[in-house]
């Protein structure tokens, strides 16, 4: 390093900054604006060495897993070091970070795509208008047969019952919150709800079994599924409502309440609408949360092999406890079944996410010329 | 006129008692302070809003014209913490009387803000509807005529007549605050609270508003903010001067006179050398 030489000892001033004017009186490039660049192929050629790597290493160790963490630590080390040669330190970090934030990506997104992906793969061929409407009923455990319409039903009455249930409670709470929610209540209020997140499914369904089914004598129901489905989905709506509400601007609440437009019309005609697209969303992700859960309705719904509409009364079955059931059956009919069922309830999942956002975006608020 | 009795009807505390008296209100305010929390914030404030003019408001940041605009309307009290003692006479009445309704007052004494607040979800039909729709007062079928009537009185009805249904949001900064003064006197208040409307403006626009300003005041008592002092000039028959003693201290009311006055001589020191730019 030349720096040493100049004698500069000013606290404050990098040699680096030192280095760059000196350079910069010597060579005018040096203060260009261009820098050395690595040909945009190169690190792709590094990564397809990394690709062979691993088919190298999976071939030698046999093992997947370590095949491509050992190839994926050999790529980043290899791009860094080659950019840290040809290009500079900055693009060499750039690089390195870039390298694990996509690492990070694809790691969070193989687990995903691999369930579903399997999912597929395993239900895919048991799916058929002949399983969407049969039920279990009088099937042996040498059939074929069988389906799943009696789940389907039950699945869509508890869910769509806690939801209703669940959504008014949970948007009323979130209005209060935010537009009137001042003092101790509100902060009351606000912790039950965080305590209320974190509430284990099975201690719900506990609850409602203690209180609807010991305590108040009911018999077990679809109904008594939904309740306790309900407690799972509210902090889900409150928390999800609340943050969008907030994120109304507060001009808007102004504006209209100095046009003369009493603060239950504002809330009701202004706020509302402009956070309606996040209050569907919310209320999605809050169905998506229960629609799998498979304690509570072991404990509430009972579990029946044929078709019961009415959540009130009677044992219902469910998606989940279906899978649930069917994986514990132990024969080869039945756990294609667990499958293709499973697949149901994602695709049914998908179903709602789109009608959501549909909706979603139908009702957003527009700046469209 | 009628638009005015038939509103009288349906709602308890009405404070325009005479339909027939005229669409302007005198403002009286004495011994007025706003407090945010303990914080006071406005203090010992007097002063008089003539009817049929353009009252401006100067003064540096932080010095309470806007908390002291708001005041106006009720409006201070809805930031949690705040309140105000002093009174607000709208001809007479005590806008702060336990009877008063502040919906009602709100009504009255309609508010322009700093950045244009159109409502997003809303057309621009309907944005200038809102305040009768929402308020509940009026049917569908008067609507058309005062939707036209106010975008022509906020000078935007030729540039908006063919996209009535289109959303507001998709209008010009400029555009967007002629729809939300054509929103505010849609419901036809009686005086017109402005908090510094052109700030987010470019010079067009702050001319058009200006034009705006000038064809209100024969209709409306209006009160501005303003940080800009040719505009202060150019639109205002009164001007008001406001400063705080310091950090932290209450903002005050320095001088008020008529604004040729305030621009050319002054009594206070303070508010010449604000004027000349010497401070603030």
Redesign the interface.
């Known amino acids: 390093m030349t720096v040493l030489d100049t004698g500069d000892k000013r606290p404050g001033i990098g040699t680096d900054a030192v280095e760059v004017g000196r350079a910069g009186l010597a060579d005018p490039r040096a203060a260009s604006l261009t820098r050395r660049t690595l040909p945009r192929q190169v690190p792709w050629a590094i990564a397809g060495g990394g690709v062979l790597l691993t088919i190298v290493f999976k071939l030698t160790l046999d093992n997947w897993a370590l095949a491509v963490f050992l190839a994926g630590v050999i790529f980043i080390g290899v791009l860094s070091a080659v950019s840290w040669r040809f290009e500079d330190a900055r693009r060499a970090r750039d690089r390195f970070a870039t390298s694990l934030i996509s690492t990070a990506f694809v790691l969070a997104v193989l687990p995903l795509v691999s369930v579903l992906g399997y999912t597929i793969q395993r239900g895919y061929g048991k799916l058929s208008p002949y399983f969407l409407s049969h039920s279990m009923r009088g099937v042996g455990a040498r059939d074929d047969t069988g389906g799943i319409y009696h789940a389907i039903i039950g699945t869509l009455e508890q869910v769509g019952l806690a939801a209703l249930i669940a959504v008014p409670i949970g948007l009323l709470t979130a209005i209060y919150l935010v537009e009137y929610g001042?003092g101790r209540l509100a902060k009351t209020v606000t912790f039950f709800v965080d305590v209320m997140t974190g509430l284990p499914s099975i201690v719900a369904g506990l609850f409602i079994y203690a209180f609807w089914i010991m305590m108040l004598g009911f018999q077990a129901s679809g109904f008594a599924g939904s309740l306790a489905l309900m407690i799972l989905m509210l902090p889900t709506v409150v928390r999800s409502a609340e943050e969008m509400l907030k994120l109304v601007?507060n001009?808007?609440r102004?504006?209209?309440?100095?046009?003369?437009?009493?603060?239950w019309?504002?809330v009701l005609?202004?706020v509302l609408?402009?956070a309606?697209g996040g209050i569907v969303t919310g209320v999605m992700l809050s169905i998506a949360r229960v629609i799998g859960e498979t304690a509570p309705l072991l404990l509430l719904v009972g579990l029946t092999q044929s078709i019961n509409t009415d959540p009130f009364s009677g044992w219902q079955s469910a998606l989940p406890l279906y899978v649930f059931d069917q994986n514990h059956a132990g024969n080869q009919f039945a756990e294609d079944r667990a499958w293709a069922a499973a697949l149901t309830l994602i695709v049914i999942v998908m179903i709602l996410n789109l009608a959501a956002r549909l909706i979603a975006r139908w009702?957003a608020?527009?700046?469209?010329? | 006129m009628k638009a005015t009795t038939t509103r009288t009807a349906d709602r308890g505390t009405d404070i325009r008692t005479d339909p027939e008296a005229g669409m302007t209100k005198r403002i009286e305010v004495s011994g007025l302070n706003a407090y945010y929390g303990s914080h006071k914030a406005v203090e010992d404030i007097s002063m008089t809003m003539e009817p049929r003019s353009v009252t401006a408001f100067i003064g540096p940041s932080g010095c309470g014209k806007s908390t002291f605009i708001r005041t106006l309307n009720r409006m201070h009290e809805l930031i949690p913490g705040a309140s105000v003692d002093g009174s607000v006479a709208l001809d007479g009445q005590d806008l702060y009387g336990s009877e008063i309704d502040p919906v009602a007052v709100r009504r009255t004494v309609g508010m322009v803000f700093q950045r244009p607040n159109p409502f997003p979800t809303m057309s621009i039909y309907d944005n200038v509807a809102a305040g009768l729709k929402l308020a509940g007062i009026k049917r569908k079928g008067d609507l058309d005529a005062i939707v036209e009537r106010s975008l022509r009185g906020a000078n935007l009805w030729t540039e908006v007549k063919d996209r009535l249904n289109k959303p507001g949001a998709g209008l010009s900064g400029g555009q967007q605050q002629r729809l939300c003064i054509a929103r505010a006197i849609a419901v036809e208040p009686q005086v017109l609270l402005m908090d510094e409307p052109c700030s987010a403006l470019d010079p067009i626009s702050t001319l058009a508003i200006e034009d705006l300003i000038a064809l209100l005041k024969e209709r409306y008592t209006i009160v501005i903010v303003t940080h800009n002092m040719q505009q202060a000039a150019r639109v205002s028959d009164k001007t008001a001067f406001f400063n705080l003693a310091g950090p932290g201290q209450p903002g005050r009311l320095v001088e008020i006179g008529d604004t040729e006055t305030i621009f050319s001589a002054p009594t206070e020191e303070s508010t010449a050398d604000y004027i000349a730019g010497r401070f603030g």
């Open positions: 001042r601007p001009e808007l102004e504006a209209s309440l100095a046009l003369g437009i009493p603060k019309r504002t005609k202004v609408p402009t309606f009702k608020p527009k700046a469209g010329r």
